[in-house]
């Protein structure tokens, strides 16, 4: 930013009260060992500005699913990525959601959503299992962070409710460490159904069990009765690159 100090002594003063309290409220960070361009400080400082997160579990779920829409059908806007933005987001991170998801490599949350960097606090394991580092992680991004929704992920083709299930039916058995995904996801295998009916439905009935889990915390629940959070279950479809909603 270039100001001539002599005609614009006053404005300069004002433009640097201004850009102090965006740097105060994490809109504009300056460290040191970081130096940003003169055009660059001001296109940050706009950008910010601009782009207000979703601050209520509703605004957090239209901005998924606009951006989900945005995937399945090619309009991607890869938002939040250029220099810029990496640059504001030195000085701290707002990320609106939390996904726990599976570990997966065809269903990575900032994907499929259409999010950037500082969007999406992503939380994954295999058939999104819960353990103490999970639930710790949720539990950062929702009381340090102030997020205001968490989406428990499930998706097609999970590999993971595919293993306990075939080990349910007399397969192959899961060993080592492997064995605690089974365990917590075999309470949701449906046995009166078969093959990859079982599969299917366990997928869906797994996401429902881990979301019901983590709605019983009672802080969470207690932010969900003040409507502060929402704890949802969702499922991604590999055939279509949809995601649904799971009541």
């Given at each position: 930013m ?14 640097r ?19 940003f ?25 239209r ?5 989900n ?10 938002p ?25 490599s ?26 103490e ?5 949720v539990m ?28 349910e ?12 995904l089974?365990d917590?996801?075999?309470p949701?295998i ?6 990859d ?9 797994n996401?429902?069990l ?14 969900v009765?003040a ?6 279950g ?8 949809r995601v649904?909603?799971?009541?």
């Amino acid at each position: 930013m270039t100001i001539d100090a002599q005609r614009h002594g006053s404005g300069r003063a004002s433009g640097r009260r201004r850009f102090l309290r965006l740097a105060l409220t994490g809109a504009v960070a300056v460290t040191a060992g970081l130096a940003f361009g003169s055009g660059e400080v001001s296109i940050a400082t706009r950008r910010a500005v601009a782009h207000v997160r979703p601050a209520t579990p509703e605004a957090a779920l239209r901005e998924l699913a606009a951006g989900n829409r945005r995937w399945r059908t090619f309009h991607e806007r890869h938002p939040d990525q250029a220099r810029t933005d990496r640059q504001t987001l030195v000085g701290g991170q707002h990320p609106f959601a939390v996904v726990l998801g599976c570990v997966d490599s065809r269903v990575p949350p900032e994907l499929i959503f259409d999010q950037g960097l500082g969007d999406l606090l992503t939380v994954r394991s295999a058939g999104e299992v819960l353990d103490e580092a999970i639930l710790g992680s949720v539990m950062y991004g929702v009381l340090e962070l102030g997020i205001p929704l968490l989406v428990v992920l499930g998706h097609q083709s999970c590999g993971a409710v595919a293993a306990a299930v075939h080990e349910e039916e007399g397969g192959a058995e899961l060993t080592g460490h492997m064995r605690y995904l089974g365990d917590q996801i075999r309470p949701a295998i449906d046995r009166g159904l078969r093959r990859d009916a079982r599969v299917d439905a366990a997928v869906t009935a797994n996401v429902r069990l881990v979301r019901s889990r983590l709605a019983a915390e009672p802080v969470l629940a207690a932010k969900v009765a003040a409507r502060k959070l929402a704890v949802v279950g969702a499922r991604y479809e590999l055939s279509s690159q949809r995601v649904r909603r799971i009541r």
